[in-house]
């Protein structure tokens, strides 16, 4: 599947009094592959919340490929072409990792993924092993899902989502809680997988030394908001962007 057209209008998001997203319009165009970055509650997670239908927006609207989906459930989004992989990996922790492909695929398409998800039929079999080979998850694919690296994990649960063949995949903080070794491995894995199939591939990370290296743009949030949005080179130099970092403690020295 090749990417789709993400647009934001607008989108709003409050807790109370905190307002987590202020009036975000943004538009991640067919088939790029761009960084979302921002200091800590900066409101990158909740973005993808709103656009994956885990939180109804307060205000705004979501596009996809031009088409209105905002407030539709979970489920419906991710059939429309939208995927995601979380923050913190969310993984079934007995399932191996060809039974836990096999069974996001199997539960996508609405087929009952049970217990022998261990024999999935076959297209649905060859069809995570593609997605396992692409991913380099091919060597682990009989360990189980709590018994791989922190790494794996995460790595499983983007191969989770790519498995669904979105249009549009969404990776918050791809790399959080790895080494300097695992970090650029994977991001590697995840370049080549966005090349290999041309999707719209948005992720949020905190190391600049990834984001200024691989994202062909760059979003800037902070306080919920957009401040910045460029090339690499045009959000590295914009001074609001600068003095947001130097003032926070998350600043860019964050990178190996
Ligand atoms: N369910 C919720 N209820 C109340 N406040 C929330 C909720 N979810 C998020 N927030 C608040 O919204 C703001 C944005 O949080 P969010 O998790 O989106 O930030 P983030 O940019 O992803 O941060 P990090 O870099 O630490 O992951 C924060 O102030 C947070 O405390
Ligand atoms: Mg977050």
Not at 8 to 30: C, Y
Not at 59 to 65: C, N, T
Not at 199 to 213: A, G, K, N, P, S
Request: proline share 6%; hydrophobic share 45%; aromatic share 6%.
């Amino acid at each position: 599947m090749t990417g789709g057209r993400l647009e934001l209008q607008g989108l709003r998001k409050s807790f109370g009094g905190v307002v987590a997203t202020d009036d975000v319009t943004l538009t991640f165009e067919p088939g790029t592959l761009s960084a979302i970055i921002g200091p800590n509650g900066a409101g990158k997670t909740t973005l993808f919340h709103l656009v994956t239908g885990k939180l109804p927006p307060s205000a705004g609207r979501v596009l996809l490929d031009g088409e209105d989906i905002t407030g539709l459930d979970r489920q419906a989004i991710v059939r429309k072409g939208i995927g995601r992989a979380f923050q913190v990996a969310n993984l079934f922790p007995s399932f191996t990792v060809a039974e836990s492909l096999a069974a996001a695929i199997m539960t996508h398409e609405g087929r009952t993924a049970r217990l022998f998800s261990a024999f999935p039929p076959r297209d649905i079999a060859r069809r995570a092993e593609e997605v396992m080979e692409l991913c380099g998850l091919s060597p682990l694919a009989r360990r189980p899902a709590r018994h791989l690296s922190h790494g794996d994990q995460k790595l499983l649960d983007v191969a989770m989502a790519l498995a669904l063949d979105p249009k549009v995949l969404l990776l918050d903080e791809p790399t959080a809680g790895m080494g300097p070794e695992e970090r650029w491995r994977m991001i590697e894995r995840v370049y080549r997988l966005w090349q290999a199939k041309g999707l719209t591939l948005v992720f949020i990370e905190h190391d600049m030394d990834i984001v200024f290296r691989i994202a062909e743009s760059v979003r800037v949030l902070r306080y919920g908001a957009v401040l910045a949005e460029g090339t690499p080179e045009e959000v590295r130099r914009n001074p609001a962007v600068i003095e947001a970092y130097l003032g926070a403690e998350h600043a860019l020295e964050e990178a190996p």
